[in-house]
């Protein structure tokens, strides 16, 4: 196994347990929609998944929790390559309104990329809060601005994934990164942050102190733009995937802890921020 995960010659073992979508049912009034990073698939958020599905309500009843495989993903890096960004975007509304049916409340979270395509979710349509991990607005790699130019010329780069700290966690990614779906990204940040001040819902944001792949720049242009209240928390001991790294029982215990909250007819956001 790779430091990278299941691979063989490029293409991700058939296993849709880990890399599949997942759906936990739930009677709750809440519904929680959460989005794995670029290149990934959902082995990367399945844990936190679970974490945030056992909150339960005054009644007992748990939130149901969808967590899609993106369009491009969990197959051949050539497959991305021919995705365009509103093709993630499509694949996301269509759990959201799966999610709004069943549910009085809805909650978008995503890790990297999938923060990224939260927070889009979050500018067009009604949601009660949002939890976002490392989300990309902001890549470390300045160059990958250029990758639209490049992708002609250069179809795929080394893999991008496996920046976690924690030494005995991998995760799942492809091991060469197309620059024509670099270039969709680009255009998918550039234009969620345009859409930042449209976010009226609660915002918990975790950031890693350390994070190679995503700028700090991006937390910051949530809390500096959004219009809904955000808390920004600090994760001092995780990389880029804080969902399998150290600080992963933390933001579990506080997105389930929201969740819960919300589903009880509290607040999203805790009144104390300790």
């Known amino acids: 196994m790779s430091s990278r995960g299941d691979w063989h010659n490029g293409a991700m073992f058939s296993d849709q347990q880990r890399h599949g979508p997942l759906h936990l049912p739930g009677t ?6 959460l989005l794995h990073g670029f290149t990934a698939t959902t082995a990367s958020v399945r844990d936190w998944a679970h974490a945030v599905h056992e909150a339960t309500d005054d009644a007992g009843a748990h939130p149901g929790v969808r967590v899609p495989l993106l369009p491009g ?29 069943e549910h009085e409340h809805v909650v978008v979270g995503g890790l990297s990329m999938g923060g990224a395509l939260a927070l889009h979710t ?4 009604e949601v009660s809060g949002v939890l976002l991990v490392n989300p990309a607005l902001s890549l470390v790699n300045r160059m990958a601005r ?5 992708s002609p010329v250069v179809a795929s780069l080394p893999g991008i994934g496996g920046d976690v700290k924690k030494e005995d966690a991998l995760e799942s990614t492809y091991d060469r990164t197309p620059l024509a779906a670099v270039a969709q990204l ?10 930042l001040p449209a976010i ?9 102190e350390v994070d190679h792949i995503v700028s700090g720049d991006s937390a910051d242009l949530v809390a500096e733009h959004s219009s809904g209240e955000v808390r920004v928390v600090d994760l001092q001991n995780s990389y880029h995937v804080a969902t399998l790294d150290h600080d992963a029982p933390l933001l579990e215990r506080i997105s389930r802890d929201a969740v819960q909250r919300l589903s009880r007819g509290e607040r999203f956001l805790p009144e104390d921020p300790s």
């Open 122 to 125: 979050a500018a067009r349509r």
């Open 200 to 208: 009226t819902a609660p915002t918990v944001v975790f950031r890693s």
């Open 28 to 33: 709750s009034s809440v519904g929680v929609l």
């Open 146 to 150: 250029f990758s639209h130019l490049a």
């Open 73 to 101: 993903h969990g197959t051949r890096w050539e497959e991305l390559a021919e995705q365009p960004w509103q093709a993630w975007r499509d694949a996301v509304d269509e759990q959201y309104w799966a999610l709004r049916r």
């Open 186 to 195: 680009n255009v998918l940040m550039h234009r969620t942050v345009r859409m």
